[in-house]
C-alpha cells in the first residue's frame, strides 16, 4: 500500500443491519477513493462481548454482496405483465415524477387512505423503517404495523409479565448457570453468538437440555433431547408444570410473586396426564428426567425460547405455558435465571423519543394502518390502488402466496418496490428502485437479542441513483412540492446527531466512542426485586391457560405431514442468494424422514407434488434424518427471482396467531404424492 492509498483509507463503526439476532458490531474498512469497490472488509469487533470477533459464515464477506454484479443500479420501469422482471430502465428522475404523478392522481381520486406503504426487518435500522414515515404521515397515507416473526409469543409474555422481556442472555454463562434449556431455538444455525455463549457455559459445567421438532446441532452437545411435533409445546410445557406441581415447586415464589397463582395450580391439577401422553407420543423417562433435572437444578436454570414454537394459531399462549415452567419454579430475578425470547421491550427504555424524532409523528396525526401479516388479504379489496414496498419481499415472506401473489397482479394497484436486487417481490412492482445498501447509509439499530444501541456510519456508494430509503421519500417530498417543510430538509447524518442529543449521556458517549452502548453487563439481573411492569408489579396468572389449542396431532390424517419452514444456515429469509447461490438447489427440496420416505412408497430424488388447501408445488425429495417421522421440511426464502415459483408459502395458512400481529406459518399441513 503506497502513502496515496494509506491516506484514502478510513474505517467507520458499522453495525450488521440484518434481522438476526446477532446485530454483529464492527469497524468497517473502506477507501473512500475507490472507483467502486468502496467498502474493502469488515472486522468484527473483539471489544463487543455478544459479537465476540466473529461473524457467522453467511455473512463473512458482505463486501462480495455489495458491489455484486447483479445488484440494481438504475431505476425500472414494467415492461411486460407483471409476474416477471420484465423492466426497461428508466432514469430515477423520471422514475419519482412518474411516481408523484401517480401519487398526485390517485390521492385525487380516491384518497390517500388508498395508498399504502409496506416495510417489514430487511434492514434493522430505526432509520431505514421509519425515516419514510415522515413522507406517509404528511401524505396522509395507510401503513402496515406488526410483523411476521415473534409477535404472538411476544403478546404471551407481556399478558404474564407486564413486558416480553425479562432476562439478560448474558446470564446463559453466569456461574450460577447450572442448567440450560433451549426450547424450539436452532442457536447453532440461527444465533452463533448465543450458541458460543452455551457452549461457554458447557465447559463451566452447566447442563442442557434441547426441545425441539429437529435433532439439530446443538442438540447433539444436549445431556437431554425431547423430541416434539410443531404445535404440541404447549402440551409438553403442561405435563412438566404437571409434575412439578405434584413433585417439587416454589410454593413461597408463587404466593409473593404471582397474582391468582391458586387459580393456576387448581388448572393444573386438572390436566389430564394420559391423554397429553398419548398425545405426544414422547417417552415418559425423557419427561421424567427433564423435571428431575428442572428440580435438581432449581433456581439456577435459565429457558431460551425460539420464535419456531409460537407460529402456531395458538402461538402467544404456547410461549405463555413454557414461560409457567421458569415461573412455577421461582426461576427469575436469580444469577442463572429467567426466560430469554425477544429481549427488545428493554430498548424502548430509550427508543421511543427516537421513533417519534425520526418519524416526526408530533407533525401529523397518527398514521392508520392494518397488520402486516394481512397485507395479502386487505389489497384484494377495491380499497388500495398505490403501494409503496422496502425492506420487505412480500412475495416470498407472507403466508399464503397464491393470494399475495394474485393481489399485488391486480392491475389497478400500481406497486412501488425499492431494492437491492430483483426478487419475487420487484416481479410485481411497476416501479423498482435502486437501494442503497445498509452500510451505505447512516442508520442506528436497536438489538432484540442483547439489548443495546449502534451505529452505521455510512461510507460512500458508488453508484449515484442508489438511494436509502429516507432519501427517496426525501426526494419525493420535494416532488410533491414539499420543500420548505423542515422535515424534509434534514439528511441522515443531521437526523442521527438529533436522536443521540435525546439519548441519556453515557448512552450517546458509548456510541460515539466505541459504536455501540449495552443495557446490561454481563452480571446484571433484570427485575431482581421481582417487581414487574404489571398493574400491581406481579406476575399475572389469571385466565385459562390449559385448555386452547386444537390438537393437531390428532387432526393430522394419515399420510399428512405436520409442514415446517425453518431458515437455511446459509440465508436470511428471502436474502444472500447471490454470493450463497452453491446452496440454493436446497430450496427445490422437501424433506423427510427416510421412514416416511420408504411408508410412501417414494425414493429420495424423485419429484413429488406436495399440496393443500393452499397450494400445491413440486419438490425433489430428500432426507432429513433429524426430523420426526409425521414431519416435513420446506426452507423458507427461495432467495432467487427464478421463474420456477418454488417457495414453501404457497402453503403455508394467512390465518394470523390469534394476538392478530404474526403468523401462523407452522400450523401448515401437507400431503405428498409421487408424481404420475
Ligand atoms: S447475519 Fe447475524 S450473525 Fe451474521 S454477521 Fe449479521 S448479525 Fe452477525
Not at 442472555?169 to 442457536?187: A, C, E, H, R, Y
Not at 380499497?383 to 394474485?406: C, D, G, H, T, V
Not at 436522536?499 to 466505541?514: E, F, V
Request: aromatic share 12%; net charge positive; with cysteine.
Amino acid at each position: 500500500m503506497n502513502s496515496h492509498e494509506d491516506l484514502s483509507i478510513k474505517k467507520r463503526f458499522g453495525t450488521c443491519s440484518k434481522d438476526c439476532y446477532g446485530s454483529c458490531v464492527f469497524q468497517g474498512v473502506w477507501n473512500d477513493f475507490a472507483p467502486e469497490r468502496k467498502f474493502l472488509y469488515a472486522k468484527p469487533s473483539t471489544t463487543h462481548p455478544f459479537t465476540n470477533g466473529f461473524f457467522c459464515s453467511k455473512l463473512n464477506h458482505r463486501e462480495d454482496l455489495i458491489y455484486h454484479s447483479k445488484r440494481l443500479k438504475k431505476s425500472f420501469i414494467r415492461d411486460g405483465p407483471k409476474g416477471e422482471n420484465n423492466f426497461k430502465p428508466i432514469t430515477l428522475e423520471n422514475a419519482l415524477d412518474k411516481i408523484n404523478k401517480k401519487v398526485c392522481d390517485i390521492q385525487n381520486k380516491y384518497g390517500s387512505t388508498s395508498i399504502i406503504a409496506a416495510f417489514s426487518a430487511g434492514n434493522y435500522g430505526l432509520l431505514s423503517r421509519y425515516a419514510p414515515l415522515r413522507f406517509f404521515g404528511k401524505l396522509g397515507a395507510k401503513i402496515t404495523y406488526g410483523g411476521i416473526c415473534n409477535e404472538g409469543g411476544c403478546a404471551g409474555l407481556t399478558k404474564l409479565f407486564g413486558t416480553y422481556s425479562t432476562t439478560n442472555p448474558f446470564q446463559l454463562i453466569n456461574p450460577s448457570t447450572k442448567l440450560i434449556v433451549v426450547w424450539g431455538s436452532d442457536l447453532s444455525n440461527r444465533n452463533i453468538h448465543a450458541y458460543y455463549l452455551v457452549k461457554k457455559a458447557i465447559e463451566n459445567g452447566a447442563k442442557l437440555v434441547v426441545i425441539d421438532s429437529r435433532f439439530t446441532q446443538i442438540a447433539q452437545k444436549s445431556d437431554l433431547f425431547i423430541h416434539t411435533y410443531p404445535g404440541t409445546d404447549h402440551l409438553l410445557a403442561q405435563l412438566i408444570i404437571k409434575y412439578l406441581v405434584s413433585y417439587n415447586y416454589d410454593k413461597e415464589f408463587l404466593i409473593q410473586n404471582v397474582d391468582n397463582y391458586n387459580l393456576l395450580i387448581e388448572e393444573v391439577l386438572n390436566i389430564d396426564e394420559s391423554r397429553i401422553l398419548s398425545q405426544l407420543g414422547n417417552k415418559i423417562q425423557s419427561i421424567n428426567n427433564f423435571v428431575k433435572l428442572l428440580v435438581e437444578n432449581r433456581h439456577h436454570t435459565i429457558f431460551n425460547v425460539g420464535y419456531g414454537v409460537q407460529k402456531d394459531y395458538s402461538g402467544g399462549r404456547i410461549v405463555q405455558t413454557i414461560a409457567l415452567i421458569p415461573i412455577i419454579l421461582g426461576n427469575f430475578g436469580k444469577p442463572g435465571t429467567g426466560l430469554i425470547y425477544s429481549q427488545s421491550d428493554f430498548n424502548n427504555r430509550f427508543i421511543p423519543p427516537l421513533l417519534e424524532y425520526i418519524a416526526q409523528s408530533s407533525k401529523h396525526s397518527a398514521i392508520p394502518g392494518i397488520n402486516l401479516i394481512n397485507l395479502g388479504h386487505a389489497l384484494m379489496s377495491e380499497e388500495y390502488k398505490l403501494l409503496f414496498i422496502y425492506n420487505f419481499n412480500p412475495a416470498s415472506s407472507l403466508p399464503n402466496q397464491n393470494q399475495i401473489r394474485q393481489s399485488l397482479s391486480k392491475e389497478d394497484l400500481f406497486v412501488v418496490v425499492q431494492e437491492l436486487f430483483f426478487n419475487e417481490t420487484t416481479k410485481y412492482a411497476d416501479i423498482v428502485i435502486p437501494s442503497k445498501f445498509d452500510l451505505e447509509s447512516h442508520d442506528l439499530i436497536t438489538p432484540y437479542y442483547i439489548p443495546g444501541l449502534s451505529i452505521n456510519e455510512a461510507g460512500p456508494c458508488p453508484y449515484p441513483d442508489c438511494l436509502s430509503n429516507y432519501e427517496l421519500y426525501q426526494r419525493l417530498a420535494r416532488k410533491f412540492g414539499w420543500l420548505n417543510d423542515s422535515i424534509f430538509q434534514e439528511d441522515e447524518m443531521s437526523i442521527i446527531q438529533n436522536c443521540l442529543k435525546l439519548l441519556p449521556s453515557n448512552i450517546q458517549k458509548n456510541i460515539r466512542a466505541q459504536g455501540y452502548h449495552l443495557l446490561f453487563n454481563q452480571n446484571d439481573i433484570p427485575f431482581k426485586d421481582l417487581s414487574f411492569p404489571t398493574s400491581n408489579g406481579r406476575i399475572q396468572a389469571s385466565g385459562s391457560y390449559f385448555q386452547f389449542g386444537k390438537n393437531k396431532f390428532f387432526e393430522r390424517k394419515e399420510k399428512e405431514f405436520f409442514l415446517i419452514s425453518p431458515s437455511h444456515k446459509y440465508f436470511i429469509h428471502s436474502q444472500l442468494g447471490q454470493i450463497n447461490h452453491q446452496y440454493l438447489e436446497v430450496f427445490k427440496k422437501i424433506f423427510l424422514n427416510k421412514i416416511d420416505i420408504e411408508n410412501l412408497g417414494l425414493e429420495i430424488g424423485e419429484e413429488v407434488l406436495v399440496s393443500n388447501e393452499y397450494g400445491k408445488c413440486k419438490y425433489i425429495l430428500g432426507e432429513l434424518m433429524s426430523l420426526k417421522t409425521g414431519m416435513a421440511l420446506i426452507y423458507s426464502g427461495s432467495p432467487s427471482a427464478s421463474k420456477r415459483n418454488l417457495n414453501v408459502n404457497f402453503l403455508t395458512p394467512d390465518i394470523p396467531e390469534e394476538s392478530g400481529l404474526s403468523g401462523a406459518y407452522n400450523s401448515a399441513i401437507v400431503t405428498i404424492n409421487k408424481l404420475k
